[in-house]
């Protein structure tokens, strides 16, 4: 029977933007009225025939953008339980306050007598992320989760310079983890060592003990895990890396799941990011901006990436080079990505405490049902003995085994029902992987209608097999050749050739 | 509560579906002792109302200046259609486009966004953004010393004449792999970065070439193409991308093929000011170098029934497949500001771009007339430039600005930290956005204050 409510529906991708124009056609109204002299221009350094861009209409350009965003899913339109993504509401105020003149048109450059309102917002979400994380400093400036990977180890790095320690030269990380994590040490200049996971889920304590050594720079480690679930021997790591003189990386990625409820620092990690983009409600655009900030204990205070705000008095200003001799320097051009600094504060604001203590809590109660309803309905978790932190792993492999259907079957047919699809095949090392999380600001309803479309998939799967393997059926497009986007890649529009002529 | 939608009676079906009387039960994994007991250090929630309130007060404080200000990040015009579609929730709010399906709009809009700028860059292939114009530059200095056939050369030719930021986020990002920067001088009378001065410096993997450089200044993009494949060198380009609606664009640089590397900030594409981010970078290349390239890339294909689709490929490039192995750690780029600069360029067409781009020279060499007619003021190089231009006060630059801010202009930037050797030196920009009388006003102020201490 057919139960599949896309609501955005298949059909023919609209033309590209550029094949919808005609030579002489142009949204000009917006540009300048008259074409001004560039008398000093050297022919050998002027450009000899326009770039290939369209050459449409103002109405063209606003109906086919608005038609292609009428072919997304997203958190405003869709339930998005993508896991390890935290796809919670982006709050509209967020936006709104962030987007006020006085903040959109203020010149990164300009002095800090003239942004004191800007500086305020900043200054204050750098305590507040302090006080959440239970670290001693904050930067604000990484752009994304893997920048303020980068900054993290490169503090971690600098200090073991500052120290003469030139032997640690690893970095562990374990199996489980996101995959910029080891990207990331490699790009600072360490080597990366996968410490292997037990079968809790938990780290492998044995593995880790042994690779401890004098060469061991520091461990990377997301707590709760990308398993879903809180390294309960935390303390005990914590206290054997100190040992053995490395530092403890906290990945921020699932931070929602403990905020107000456990802070890093006091699980002793001596360095954290935390990305905005998730636990603080930024949106994610796409596919970014983020923002990335990262806190630190007092060990790599002098080592923070700048700028950063300084109150001195009533004033702020940025703490520049001069104040920090030993910081590990910039990130970006100027202050990292400042309107989602923005947005953050504004989400802070309004949550204020009590309202962060309940984000943890409840992401944590949704997960955890999400996960007691699959199974009564069948489905099998990874780790069944196991509670959920705010999000949760199920292994399809029994299912495979039975029917053939794989978890991208799933996740496929999840679209058709007009559900984003979860995390598939990530982390790698559960077989027919799902990783699940719903986010404390979906309703129960809305995860019951989530249970009852994969209760239904569940029976299709045994029933007629060969549906979930086609799926999906009702988007704008089915299953795409990626095969020969690889093999025969086209990356960009061509004009045609007779439009040159 | 805000944003949490459960009801009592939802929680109480919900705890006795899990089986826990009490939601504290889900946390018993964790060790007691770990628990923080309260929130501390946040202040307490407050209304949409009364932040709405508190944000309008400080924004109303950030003024209205007249900006003088480049530096890197430039004051255009953004017709109103761009913000308006960008941030419709359905590109706002979705995220990475992992499930293709479902994700159609924001991929055709990539791969629209990559068609773009390939053409304005002149290259093969674009991805589908980096964070900002520094890190790119960073990213593109990693990919050529992967690319770089002498195998073994981890030096970068830096012109000195590159945004001093954008130098040192690049140190920030390579240091740990033991690159070294090589910094190449810049000419005291042009401000250009002579093609000669390579010859006095040790081989690099590659040559970053600026245009416009951070004076403002034109480069002979062509001789220093040359010289850099002369001495076995790829070359990167770091530009200002409305600039290239009018100048040569890097895949036309030099007697042969042009550079290797395109890449800058996407920020003078519809992105505001907005005190500094979120800005995009962008990165393209030759199409031999593209399975070296960081960052996501979108494709076109086909799905099973023959129906044009659009995914993200080449994927074995990064981190979530390979791991240590990958070309970058990067994950989450800029989309939001790619969704922005899409529709930007889509509204104003060659023509429109190509018209901001001598607008902004037009009213910045009127300027740079009028100010270095002012007595004791004088350009300090000679030859052509975009829209910025380098000053020499009278005086120490820094009193001058601050009394100019007084006046609510911000009137340049002061290069006298960065670049010591050219004395009392000031930056200046103006783009299309500075009519007449603004031009005019800022004139005038100068000339009162420099006045004063005649």
Request: with cysteine.
């Given at each position: 029977m057919e139960k599949a409510t896309a609501?955005?529906?298949?059909?023919?991708?609209?033309?590209?933007?550029?094949e919808q124009g005609r030579p002489g056609r142009r949204a000009m109204a917006q540009a300048p009225s008259v074409v001004e002299p560039w008398e000093d221009l050297p022919a050998h350094l002027r450009r000899n025939a326009p770039p290939a861009l369209p050459e449409v209409s103002e109405m063209q350009v606003v109906r086919h953008y608005t038609r292609l965003s009428q072919r997304n899913f997203s958190i405003d339109t869709q339930f998005y339980p993508l896991g390890s993504c935290t796809m919670k509401y982006n709050p509209r105020a967020c936006n709104t306050l962030a987007m006020l003149p006085g903040f959109l048109n203020r010149h990164p450059l300009a002095p800090a007598a003239r942004g004191q309102g800007?500086?305020?917002?900043?200054?204050?979400?750098?305590?507040i992320l302090q006080a959440v994380t239970g670290m001693q400093a904050v930067s604000l400036t990484p752009m994304a989760g893997a920048q303020g990977e980068l900054a993290g180890m490169a503090m971690i790095r600098a200090y073991h310079r500052a120290r003469g320690d030139l032997a640690r030269t690893e970095v562990l990380v374990p199996n489980a983890a996101h995959g910029t994590n080891p990207a990331t040490a490699v790009m600072c200049g360490f080597q990366v060592r996968e410490i292997p996971t037990d079968a809790s889920g938990d780290v492998d304590f044995a593995a880790l003990e042994a690779a401890l050594g004098p060469r061991t720079a520091a461990i990377m480690l997301t707590n709760p895990s990308t398993l879903g679930v809180f390294e309960r021997r935390i303390g005990e790591i914590a206290e054997r890396v100190h040992a053995a003189g490395g530092l403890l990386y906290y990945d921020g990625a699932n931070l929602n799941a403990i905020l107000g409820q456990v802070r890093p620092g006091d699980m002793g990690?001596?360095?954290v990011h935390v990305n905005l983009h998730k636990t603080f409600a930024t949106p994610h655009g796409g596919g970014g901006p983020g923002a990335g900030a990262v806190g630190v204990g007092e060990r790599l205070r002098p080592f923070l990436p700048i700028p950063y705000v300084l109150k001195e008095g009533e004033r702020y200003r940025w703490a520049e080079r001069a104040d920090c001799p030993q910081s590990i320097g910039r990130l970006s051009a100027f202050m990292g990505n400042a309107g989602v600094l923005l947005r953050a504060y504004v989400y802070a604001r309004l949550l204020g405490a009590e309202g962060m203590a309940r984000v943890g809590t409840y992401a944590t109660l949704s997960a955890n049902y999400l996960l007691a309803r699959l199974r009564e309905m069948g489905f099998e978790p990874a780790y069944p003995e196991r509670r959920a932190s705010h999000e949760f792993t199920l292994t399809l492999k029994g299912l495979t085994a039975r029917t053939g259907v794989t978890a991208l079957d799933v996740a496929k047919r999840l679209l058709d029902y007009d559900f984003h699809a979860p995390t598939v095949y990530f982390p790698q090392l559960v077989p027919e992987c799902l990783l699940i999380e719903p986010t404390e600001t979906e309703s129960k309803q809305d995860l019951d209608r989530f249970v009852a479309a994969m209760a239904a998939i569940l029976v299709e799967a045994q029933e007629a097999p060969e549906r979930l393997r086609e799926a999906p059926h009702h988007l704008p497009v089915r299953r795409l050749d990626e095969v020969r986007a690889a093999r025969e890649p086209d990356l960009r529009w061509q004009a045609p050739i007779d439009s040159l002529a | 509560m805000p944003f949490i939608p459960h009801t009592p009676e939802d929680v109480q079906a919900m705890l006795d579906a899990i089986g826990v009387t009490d939601v504290a039960e889900l946390f018993d994994e964790i060790p007691p002792a770990l628990r923080w007991s309260r929130v501390e250090g946040v202040p307490p929630g407050a209304s949409e109302m009364a932040i709405a309130r508190l944000m309008r007060e400080r924004a109303a404080r950030d003024g209205?200046?007249?900006?003088?200000?480049?530096?890197?990040a430039y004051e255009h015009h953004i017709p109103a259609a761009v913000w308006e579609i960008a941030t419709r929730g359905?590109?706002?709010?979705?995220?990475?486009?992992?499930?293709?399906?479902?994700?159609?709009?924001?991929?055709?809009?990539?791969y629209e966004y990559q068609s773009m700028m390939t053409a304005l860059m002149g290259m093969d292939v674009s991805n589908a953004s980096l964070y900002d114009g520094a890190s790119a530059l960073a990213e593109a200095a990693l990919m050529a010393l992967r690319l770089h056939r002498g195998g073994d050369v981890r030096r970068i030719w830096m012109p000195a004449a590159v945004h001093p930021h954008y130098?040192?986020?690049?140190?920030t990002i390579v240091e740990g792999q033991g690159i070294a920067l090589i910094e190449v001088p810049y000419d005291s009378v042009t401000g250009r970065t002579p093609a000669a001065a390579l010859d006095d410096l040790p081989d690099a993997a590659a040559l970053v070439i600026p245009q416009p450089n951070f004076f403002g200044r034109l480069e002979e993009v062509d001789a220093l193409t040359d010289a850099a494949r002369a001495r076995g060198a790829l070359v990167i380009a770091v530009v200002n991308p409305l600039a290239m609606a009018v100048l040569k664009p890097p895949g036309a640089w030099g007697a042969a093929g042009g550079a290797d590397i395109a890449c800058g900030d996407g920020q003078p594409l519809g992105i505001p000011l907005a005190g500094g981010g979120p800005y995009y970078g962008f990165l393209c290349c030759r199409s031999e170098h593209v399975r070296q390239m960081p960052g996501r890339i979108v494709g076109r294909t086909v799905d099973r029934d023959g129906r044009t689709g659009y995914t993200l490929t080449l994927q074995p490039r990064e981190q979530h497949i390979r791991r240590a192995k990958a070309t970058s750690n990067i994950c989450t780029n800029q989309g939001l500001m790619v969704t922005t600069s899409t529709i930007h360029m889509a509204l104003l067409g060659a023509e429109g771009l190509a018209r901001a781009a001598r607008s902004s020279h037009a009213r910045a060499a009127a300027l740079a007339g009028q100010?270095?007619?002012?007595?004791?003021?004088?350009?300090?190089?000679?030859?052509?430039?975009?829209?910025?231009?380098?000053?020499?006060?009278?005086r120490p630059v820094a009193p001058v600005l601050t009394s100019l801010a007084d006046v609510g202009i911000l009137g340049g930037y002061d290069l006298s930290a960065a670049y010591p050797e050219l004395g009392h030196a000031l930056l200046?920009?103006?783009?299309?956005?500075?009519?007449?009388?603004d031009l005019a006003r800022y004139t005038a102020a100068l000339a009162t204050i420099l006045g004063d201490d005649a």
């Open positions: 609501q955005v529906r298949a059909s023919v991708s609209p033309p590209l933007i550029f800007f500086l305020a917002c900043l200054y204050e979400l750098q305590e990690f001596d360095v | 209205d200046d007249l900006c003088f200000l480049g530096a890197g359905e590109f706002y709010s979705a995220y990475t486009p992992y499930q293709a399906e479902a994700s159609q709009g924001t991929l055709q809009l990539i130098r040192e986020t690049v140190r100010l270095a007619a002012l007595p004791g003021v004088s350009l300090r190089f000679v030859g052509p430039f975009f829209h910025e231009f380098v000053l020499t006060l009278p200046v920009c103006a783009t299309e956005t500075r009519s007449a009388a």
